[in-house]
């Protein structure tokens, strides 16, 4: 038990650190492919050092609610990185939270955000937050079905047990979970605010989701949700990981699997990088009113996938 | 076929001459006529209750006859033909349905009035039992009257026959009602007549006029 | 005992006030007569639930629990309504809408009117019945005509004329009775009276009792203004003094449909087979859904609230066709409940409609705000009679659909959809009466209100709990209507 | 337990005298119509215990087993009978534990009204909770159809309180007709009910035997009538109508406990009184209950008024509690005994949930609305600094009806998806077939929630003021902030300690489906049916949370430094900013009407470029007015006209009529 406990902690001490190379990693492979002479993979740790250090500049009407925010945010995506499961399957912490917990956990920091981001009052802000709400309302019921589409295979929604159950049973070959690695792509897309979405790297009003939320946000708050950005692309990754191509996480209480368990998820999330920004490269960012359409597809996908669980797997 | 065949050829009389009398009424057109005949219909009522009373020795049924004479004979009429005098109401008035559609109408009635009466007539003991369809006839056309008309006072007369044939019925089918009702609704018919006539004067004075066209206001937009 | 000075003080009340002529306190004699009739009443009453049914005055008149309750019933109203009148009639003559000679009529015909009503209630004899009926009526006609206006004149007109010809008829299917009942009882003055009748009913000559059920159906119906015989009651309450339409809706229609009851109850015993009930059912079914589409285009609130009457009236004479004794026990409570109710309506109406100077419902609005009193009177009192809970009409009501719906389920609908219809038609008219803005003068005299919160204080307590022997009482007279 | 059982005996009497206590609270109301002070300082409080004490009868009703007595008024054949079980008491402790919060803030939010009609209303709003009472205690049907109608009219005289708008008058009138057609539906139910008996007691109700046929005919027709009252699509309209009319307490009270009372006449009527349930109930009542959650959160975001916006979310959060009904059934037909109990688990932890955070919501708008006289949000903002015990109170009930951990909103939903989860092994294929497309309603439905909520509470409380007079709006006296304190309390509590709360329903879910949840193992972990198949556990999640961000915050700080310059909001550097600059309520919702245009009538008047004082104005409104009550407004209107021509004022016609009725009757007697 203490030896999970253990786990747990290094795991999410673990996941918290790597998030931002991951980050890096996916910068600097979007960078070769446009050609670009790519940044440093520490990119990330620098500019979170630097802003940690400057002081903050917040607006005079920000109310405690503002401040507040940035580590909400940052706590709630720990806490997610926390259950998932990244290298070993036993995880104390995650019977306190399941799959559904999960969404709302992401749910409860994207609120503290959108909050934040209207708390100032500039035009910016309330377009931001109108905008990912209008994301989410339709991405999270999307996720819900892909973790649905998961705990039906495997009668949990337990993710240690899902992961288990997908695994290190005998193999079989699930048609729905095809549909559900999908819809379960485009949403994180939507989610972690990337084309064909929303565009990390512009401040241009008529396209910016994310980042028109954070505009008032400086220093050590901007520096947190950032990092907080970057473990959501990492959580993400990891609960794909998970959910599709699980092989190799260690089960429960099996030390020796640990080195092979890392070794396995690196390589993964090297790949999964790599994809990322392929993906980015090679398509368009899509105009707003799109983005609906874009999410509800990935929503039908989510649902079609239960249903052909019933259908085909009940 | 003894005395009593008779009277009883006589009632039947009368109750004949009544019904012709209400078709007359239904094709009058002018006031004053009408009172006219309204005023035979009360004698011939009077005259056969009368003779009931003779025939069958229910004495009763004597003071019935005179009241009848002396309020719908005499009282009555005079009393109409006061007003017609005094309003000069008495001028030609054309019913709301033609005179021969009435006729019509009147004759399916008294046949209607027959069948109805028929098997109540077959068991009724009384000397005077086929009269009854006749009676009912009589109030049939009455009512069909008091439809057609459309000024004040045929309507009231109309009703008056009405009773006419009413105290018909009470006297030849059955032989009378007891005195007391008889006292109580011939009060009734008399108060009932004196309302009516405070009224035909407020109408006058109120519309100076009895036609009942005037008082078509009261009725759902 | 008590009987004969329960007729006897309306008459000499009537007689007296038309000589005495009008005074200054003619209203106050008024409501003195008014009170003793109900002191007799009480008497009367209490004689009856304690010794049963008796015979007076070697049969002439005949009390059971039936007519007794409603003679208490119609005193008490008459009571609340003489006391209503006094500040009532006091401020129409302030309006000089009234002078004393129409006045001393006004009370005189009040009392002659209430007294004919007790004598038809308490009276053996259907003839002197019919009598009574035709005396009731002559004394209102010129009551609906008191204010002399045109609309007036030809409401009472048409009152006059219909009710004339239904009454005649009912005339006739006395006659008729009377000649089924010689028959058997042979000719002469016991051949009228109810108890012989009741007690020979079984050998009565059904063709006969059925042709004059028919007459005295349509014509004591056209009192109780069953769909269609009814043209004449909502001009009749509307263009009347306030206080008259109160006493014709409150008791009028009941002692009607009293006569109405007891020509049943021979009917039914000498057909044996329930062709009057079904007629009954027929015109209430009729009565209730025609008044309701019609009182969805009322702009005048009396004739609005006279349509209710008819509804009232038809669902009343349905409960009593279905017979029965849970449906009769209805009938009778809804009889009282509508009666109170209606009269307490009336009263509130009457004020609202001085203080405002007009009859129609949109000039009329914030009562709440310039009379709170009469506002919450009027809108209670709309509540009550649209049969909402706690108050007794919901009771009736309750009591009537549930018996429908096991006994006759395809009138239930019907029923319902007229409810329906007037709760959304009357409620939706009266709310803005009640409720809003408005600037009105204050009246003369302070009006009335005590009538109006005693009734529906009844209703109210009626709603919640029937004393138990009030109950018994009900069930008795229920019982009585081939329970 | 000791103690308890000698309450045993009492404790319906204590009810009833509970109740009599209430009406005499109301009637002394009345009394002191002089006495200002005495009514504010008095009444209310009074109440407020009257609501505690209620509370507390309903725990030892769960305790104990069902007593019942009769009293002696009502029908002389149906004296008022009165019964307290499981289910009644578990409806009472909900309505007198949100009740007490709403009374005490109603202390401080009367204050300034005058005394009479203050009076007035004090009466009605014991009234009203008495008739609630009443109805959760009532054994017969007349009994219960009394104090149902109180119910309903008691709150329509409060929700006409500000009777000179007509606009009020108007969602009053509605309001009131539509709960008296439910009545009616209600009446027919229980006619059907009984069966031919004729004997209208519950009891004979229970053991009436019935065909499928009129089984299903009572339970539609109930369906009818406690739609009507609950706001079930297509009977809402009077709802969104109704409750922004009312005062903010009597919102609270009607959004939050009223429309349980019609849950709790579904729940009676289906699971208690009819002795058979079928399968296509459940189905039926599923899909209507999606269809109306989905159509109360959709309309919900495009509100800009924000009482209304918090009615159609009670209608949203109806529809879910009515689905969760539907599957219950399916369960309950289905021989799913446990999954049946989890449903109705959940069903009862929402409606609780729903009781307590959409009183503070509502509460919450009252306070705004007297420190500011304004319900349009598009006229609100910034509120969070002039009133911040509002604001963040009311932050916790919006975060909890937007379903988040770890509060309680969140539970409930967590509950309900878990039973989704469970359905396969349903026997019905076509089932299996309904339920992830039922599951993806309820997640897009939570979801949407969470829209409503971010729009009402940023347009609401946060960022500038969109009228300089807001810089005066003051903060809620104290008797309001404490009844939003306890209202906030019980949202939280219920959230970190829902094993507790669920172990304390068991008696209410055991009398309904004969079933108790399986796998409850501790206090801590929430474990419906077993720790492998699903966990939740709250209290440990916001352990974590707050250990996270102390960690962090101390972090930071120790690290680095915890310096702040305040200056002018950035805002991408545009020069000029006001503060209408923001999004309006209308703003916040377009992409919501956009996506759902269909559903709405939508009414919009644009500025065009060259009208000095440009101004928008857009409202949403319900096309279901027009599709279904309309029509029948219409056909009413041309019935009347057909009848009107009947009564047309020539005497001669009228004669017409008599002679044709006897003609007729004769020849029909013949």
């Known amino acids: 038990m203490s030896a999970g406990i253990l786990l747990q902690i290094a795991q999410t001490l673990l996941a918290i650190l790597l998030a931002p190379l991951l980050m890096g990693w996916v910068n600097q492979c979007r960078a070769w492919l446009q050609g670009r002479s790519a940044p440093p993979i520490t990119q990330p740790y620098r500019s979170l050092r630097k802003l940690f250090h400057k002081d903050a500049v917040i607006a005079h009407n920000a109310s405690p609610l503002f401040r507040f925010a940035p580590y909400m945010k940052f706590a709630c995506m720990a806490l997610a990185a926390g259950i998932v499961p990244t290298i070993a399957n036993d995880l104390p912490f995650s019977p306190a939270a399941d799959v559904i917990a999960l969404v709302g956990i992401f749910a409860l920091a994207r609120v503290f955000l959108a909050l934040a981001a209207m708390d100032i009052g500039t035009p910016f802000g309330t377009l931001g937050a109108r905008r990912e709400m209008l994301v989410s309302f339709l991405a999270e019921p999307a996720l819900l079905m892909v973790f649905f589409t998961a705990s039906l295979i495997s009668q949990s929604t337990e993710l240690p047990i899902i992961v288990a159950t997908l695994a290190h049973k005998t193999f079989a070959i699930h048609p729905s979970l095809a549909f559900a690695a999908v819809a379960f792509w485009m949403i994180s897309v939507a989610e972690n605010a990337r084309i064909p979405v929303d565009n990390p790297s512009t401040h241009l009003e008529l396209t910016m989701i994310h980042e028109a939320m954070i505009l008032e946000y400086s220093a050590r708050h901007l520096a947190l949700i950032e990092w907080a950005a970057a473990l959501k692309l990492f959580t993400y990754s990891a609960l794909g990981i998970a959910l599709f191509l699980p092989w190799g996480i260690a089960p429960q209480g099996d030390i020796a699997a640990l080195p092979l368990a890392l070794a396995a998820i690196v390589a993964k999330l090297a790949v999964g990088g790599a994809a990322l920004s392929f993906m980015e490269a090679v398509s368009a960012k899509v105009r707003l009113f799109r983005v609906p359409e874009f999410l509800g597809t990935a929503f039908l996908l989510a649902v079609l996938g239960m249903l052909i669980h019933f259908l085909l797997e009940g | ?221 | ?483 | ?670």
Not at chain 3, 391 to 401: K, M, Q
Not at chain 3, 425 to 444: C, N, S
Not at chain 4, 534 to 544: C, D, K, M
């Open chain 3, 1 to 483: 005992m008590e009987l004969f000075w329960l007729l006897g003080i309306p008459l000499t009340g009537g007689i007296f006030l038309a000589l005495w002529g009008y005074r200054r306190n003619a209203p106050e004699i008024n409501a003195l007569f008014s009170l003793l009739t109900l002191a007799m009443a009480a008497l009367l009453t209490v004689r009856i639930v304690e010794a049963g049914p008796m015979m007076v005055g070697n049969g002439w008149f005949f009390i059971d629990s039936f007519n007794v309750f409603l003679v208490a019933l119609t005193a008490f109203v008459a009571f609340t309504t003489a006391l209503f009148s006094r500040p009532y009639m006091r401020i129409e003559q302030e309006h000089g809408r009234l002078n004393a000679t129409r006045l001393r009529l006004y009370h005189s015909s009040y009392q002659i009117f209430i007294g004919a009503m007790l004598l038809a209630l308490t009276t053996n004899n259907m003839g002197i019945l019919w009598v009574a009926m035709e005396a009731a009526t002559l004394a209102t006609v010129l009551l609906v005509s008191l204010y002399r206006t045109p609309a007036s004149l030809e409401a009472a007109w048409k009152y006059f004329i219909l009710c004339g010809v239904g009454i005649a008829l009912a005339l006739f299917g006395t006659i008729l009775l009377y000649f089924a009942a010689e028959k058997v009882l042979g000719s002469g003055g016991n051949a009228l009276l109810w108890t012989h009748l009741n007690g020979v009913k079984a050998q009565l000559e059904p063709t006969v009792l059925s042709l004059a059920f028919v007459f005295l159906l349509v014509g004591y119906g056209t009192k109780v203004g069953l769909a269609p015989l009814h043209s004449w009651l909502p001009d009749a309450h509307a263009e009347g003094p306030t206080p008259v339409s109160a006493v014709l809706s409150g008791l009028l229609l009941n002692v009607a449909l009293y006569a109405v009851m007891r020509s049943k109850v021979l009917v039914d015993g000498a057909l044996g087979n329930d062709m009057a009930g079904t007629l009954m059912m027929g015109f209430g079914l009729l009565s209730v859904v025609l008044a309701a589409f019609l009182i969805v285009r009322q702009t005048d609130v009396k004739r609005m609230f006279a349509y209710s009457s008819i509804e009232h009236m038809g669902l009343i004479t349905f409960a009593f066709g279905m017979g029965g004794a849970v449906a009769n026990f209805a009938g009778l409570l809804h009889m009282t409940m509508h009666s109170l109710t209606k009269s307490a309506i009336f009263f509130a109406v009457g004020h609202a409609t001085q203080k405002t100077g007009t009859q129609l419902m949109d000039d009329i609005r914030g009562l709440i705000k310039t009379n709170p009193t009469l506002g919450w009177g009027l809108m209670l009192g709309t509540v009550a009679i649209l049969g909402m809970p706690p108050f007794g009409v919901f009771a009736s009501e309750f009591l009537i659909i549930t018996t429908a719906m096991h006994e006759h389920p395809w009138a239930t609908p019907f029923l319902l959809l007229a409810l329906g219809v007037a709760f959304a038609a009357i409620f939706g008219k009266v709310q803005p009466m009640v409720f809003g803005e408005t600037e009105l003068p204050k009246l003369p005299y302070q009006p009335a209100q005590t009538p109006v919160f005693l009734h529906l204080g009844l209703v109210l307590m009626l709603g919640l709990f029937i004393p138990p022997y009030l109950a018994a009482w009900y069930k008795q007279a229920a019982h009585l209507l081939g329970g």
């Open chain 4, 1 to 670: 337990m000791s103690h308890l059982a000698s309450l045993d005996a009492h404790v319906l009497d204590l009810a009833w005298a509970g109740v009599l206590y209430w009406l005499g609270v109301g009637f002394s109301a009345l009394l002191l119509q002089r006495q200002h002070g005495l009514l504010t300082r008095l009444i209310f409080p009074l109440g407020a215990l009257g609501a505690l004490f209620m509370a507390g009868i309903g725990v030892a009703g769960l305790l104990l087993p069902a007593s019942s007595m009769v009293l002696p008024i009502g029908l002389p054949d149906l004296p008022f009978h009165l019964r307290l079980d499981a289910l009644s008491a578990f409806f009472m402790v909900l309505l007198g534990g949100a009740a007490f919060g709403i009374t005490v803030y109603a202390c401080g939010y009367f204050r300034n009204m005058a005394a009479g009609p203050l009076a007035l209303l004090a009466l009605w709003y014991h009234l009203f909770l008495a008739g609630m009472v009443t109805v959760l205690l009532a054994d017969d049907a007349y009994a219960f159809m009394v104090a149902w109608e109180v119910m309903a009219l008691s709150s329509y005289f409060l929700v006409t309180t500000d009777h000179k708008i007509p606009e009020i008058r108007r969602a009053g009138f509605l309001y009131l007709l539509i709960a008296h057609i439910g009545a009616v539906a209600l009446l027919l139910t229980f006619g059907v009910l009984q069966g031919g008996h004729g004997d209208y007691t519950f009891n004979t109700m229970r053991l009436a035997e019935m065909t499928p046929f009129w089984s299903s005919a009572a339970f539609l027709l109930a369906l009818f009538g406690f739609g009507a009252k609950a706001g079930l699509v297509p009977i809402h309209v009077w709802l969104p109508e109704a409750h922004p009319a009312a005062p903010s307490p009597v919102s609270a009270l009607m959004s939050g406990v009223m429309l349980k009372t019609a849950i709790y006449g579904l729940l009676r009527v289906t699971f208690d009184l009819l002795k058979i349930q079928l399968g296509w109930w459940g189905t039926l009542a599923l899909a209507l209950g999606l269809v109306t959650a989905l159509y109360g959160v959709i309309f919900a975001a495009v509100q800009s008024d924000m009482k209304r916006l918090l009615a159609w979310s009670s209608i949203e959060n109806i529809g879910v509690i009515v689905a969760a009904f539907g599957l219950t059934l399916i369960f309950h037909t289905d021989g799913k005994g446990a999954l049946a109990a989890l449903t109705l688990t959940a069903l009862l932890y929402h409606a609780l949930n729903h009781a307590f955070f959409k009183g503070l919501l509502f509460v919450g708008t009252g306070s705004v609305l007297h420190a500011t006289g304004e319900r349009r949000m598009g006229r609100l903002g910034g509120l969070i600094r002039t009133m911040p015990w509002t604001a963040w109170l009311t932050l916790i009930g919006a975060l909890a009806i937007a379903g988040l951990p770890p509060l309680n909103g969140f539970v409930s939903e967590w509950l309900l998806l878990q039973a989704f989860l469970l359905t396969p092994g349903l026997t019905q294929p076509y089932l299996n077939m309904v339920i992830p497309v039922a599951a993806a309603t309820v997640a897009l439905a939570a979801a949407l929630a969470a829209y409503v909520m971010v729009k009402f509470y940023g347009v609401i409380f946060l960022g500038q003021p969109r009228d300089p007079a807001l810089q005066h709006a003051h903060e809620a006296s104290w008797p309001e902030r404490l009844g939003m304190l306890w209202l906030a309390g019980a949202c939280i509590l219920l959230g970190l300690f829902p094993t507790l709360v669920i172990q304390w329903l068991e008696p209410v879910v055991l009398m309904l489906t004969g079933q108790r949840l399986s796998g409850i193992s501790n206090w801590l972990l929430l474990t419906p049916v077993s720790a492998e198949r699903a966990s939740y556990a709250p209290l440990i999640f916001l352990a974590g949370v707050t250990a996270v961000v102390a960690l962090t915050y101390l972090w930071v700080r120790r690290v680095y430094h915890g310096r702040v310059r305040r200056s002018e909001p950035w805002d991408c550097g545009y020069p000029e900013q006001n503060t209408r600059m923001q999004d309006s309520a209308e703003g916040f919702g377009q992409p919501i009407r956009q996506i759902f245009e269909v559903f709405m009538r939508v009414e919009r008047e644009t500025p065009d470029p060259f009208d000095h004082h440009p101004h928008y104005h857009g409202d949403s409104r319900d096309k279901l007015w027009l599709l279904i009550y309309q029509p029948i407004a219409d056909l009413t209107a041309w019935l009347s006209m057909q009848a009107a021509r009947l009564q047309h004022g020539r005497i001669q016609w009228y004669l017409i009529y008599s002679f044709v009725t006897l003609i007729f009757l004769l020849v029909l007697t013949r």
């Open chain 2, 1 to 221: 076929m003894t005395a009593l065949a008779y009277h009883l050829q006589i009632v039947n009389l009368l109750a004949a001459l009544l019904l012709l009398i209400s078709f007359a009424m239904l094709s009058q057109r002018r006031v004053v006529g009408l009172v006219t005949l309204f005023a035979w219909q009360g004698a011939a009522l009077a005259l056969s209750t009368a003779i009931v009373a003779w025939s069958t020795g229910q004495h009763h049924l004597y003071y019935s006859a005179a009241m009848t004479l002396g309020l719908k004979v005499i009282a009555m009429p005079w009393y109409f033909y006061h007003l017609v005098k005094k309003l000069n109401v008495n001028r030609v008035v054309e019913p709301m349905i033609n005179i021969p559609t009435t006729m019509l109408i009147g004759i399916v009635l008294v046949i209607f009035a027959f069948n109805l009466a028929l098997p109540i007539s077959e068991m009724s003991g009384t000397v005077t039992r086929s009269t009854l369809g006749i009676a009912m006839a009589c109030v049939l056309l009455a009512f069909l009257m008091m439809i057609t008309r459309t000024k004040a006072i045929p309507q009231v007369i109309g009703f008056l026959s009405m009773e006419n044939g009413l105290f018909f019925a009470a006297t030849s089918a059955t032989y009378g009602m007891p005195l007391v009702v008889e006292l109580g609704v011939a009060l009734d018919v008399l108060v009932g007549v004196f309302v009516l006539g405070i009224f035909i004067f407020q109408i006058r004075e109120t519309f100076d006029s009895l036609d009942l066209k005037h008082m078509e206001k009261l009725k759902e937009k």
